[in-house]
């Protein structure tokens, strides 16, 4: 279980890497869904994503002598740039395992970083193997990119921050591997426990929404879909957090993913990648549960490959 008093230690650990960012008030969805709505921009990170909090929180814990093995992590873009830029900080190696079909932009910011970098075939098993064995190699210490304790931590001071700056009756967060929705329930739990937190998810990547039916978690799931930050299953620590502590999982059209995308780009005047539209698909096919509340929803990420965008489309909405 973990407990408030360590993500209060989370918040201590992250501060001097992570950024408060702003949590502003949308007009164009407030008065689109009738309610008040507040957009948490994690793209302003110095990673571009929040991922920088559940790598620095996780370094936090390893001691001098465990950070000298250097890191090894697996991860299809975020976590990769966030373990690169805390070993770059910390003076250490890393060594990150890809996809093959990974955003090329967080490719090139992971290396940017100094990281070594290797690909594998794009599924989560071969992600993992390689992973694998590359500590047993290297010796190095594996960072997992959202099943541990110490990542979740981390990840929950998004939601902590934004119930700081604003009451609020729902926090939506996308839902891939589950740090982020996990630490957000946690977040509310101790310290706004009147406030919903909502999973979203993209009907073509949709393990975490079956298993949360069930009652078990979905272990042979095979995601395919555009938002590429979400292409893994729900961990085994996530999910039974998930389970008990999150109100629902909403699902989001694949067909309106690229569309929200583009929408916000132009309403907000604000870059999201495709992972993060999946929110704003999924809260406006369920705009009834949400009719004049207030509502925060997490930007999770900026990291867009401006080379390969999807033809653009903001058909339907």
């Known amino acids: 279980m973990i407990s408030k008093l360590d993500l209060e230690r989370a918040w201590s650990n992250t501060r001097p890497f992570v950024r ?10 407030s008065e689109r869904w009738e309610c008040e709505v507040f957009l948490k921009h994690e793209q302003k990170q110095g990673i571009g994503a929040f991922k920088i909090r559940g790598a620095s929180n996780f370094l936090a814990h390893l001691s001098s002598k465990e950070r000298e093995r250097g890191l090894v992590t697996h991860s299809s873009g975020n976590h990769a740039q966030a373990v690169a830029f805390m070993a770059r900080l910390s003076g250490i190696k890393a060594h990150i395992v890809m996809p093959k079909n990974s955003n090329s932009k967080k490719i090139e910011n992971a290396n940017k970083w100094g990281a070594n970098i290797y690909l594998c075939e794009p599924s989560f098993e071969a992600r993992l193997a390689m992973a694998n064995e590359l500590q047993a190699e290297t010796g190095a210490f594996m960072i997992p990119p959202f099943d541990h304790e110490w990542i979740i931590e981390g990840q929950a001071t998004v939601a902590m921050e934004m119930i700081r700056d604003q009451r609020l009756d729902y926090i939506i967060a996308p839902l891939g591997g589950g740090g982020l929705l996990s630490g957000s329930a ?11 937190v909502i999973g979203a ?4 990547a949709k393990d975490g ?10 272990d042979t799931y095979v995601p395919n879909t555009v938002a590429d930050g979400l292409r893994t299953l729900v961990g085994e620590i996530p999910f039974e957090i998930i389970k008990h502590e999150v109100s629902d999982i909403w699902l989001a059209s694949e067909s309106r993913i690229i569309p929200w995308m583009y ?14 539209a999946v929110p704003f698909a999924a809260i406006d096919a369920n705009r009834d549960h949400i009719n004049g509340k207030r509502i925060g929803i997490i930007i999770t990420g900026g990291n867009v490959d401006l080379s390969g965008l999807p033809p653009y489309s903001t058909e339907g909405l």
């Open 20 to 29: 408060n960012t702003p949590f502003t008030f949308s007009e164009y969805l």
């Open 186 to 196: 946690f977040a509310s739990k101790y310290f706004s426990p009147s406030t919903k």
């Open 201 to 204: 998810e993209p009907e073509l």
């Open 209 to 218: 929404y079956d298993g949360f039916i069930k009652g078990v978690r979905v």
């Open 263 to 276: 929408k916000i780009w132009e309403e907000e005047k604000t870059i999201i990648e495709p992972s993060c």
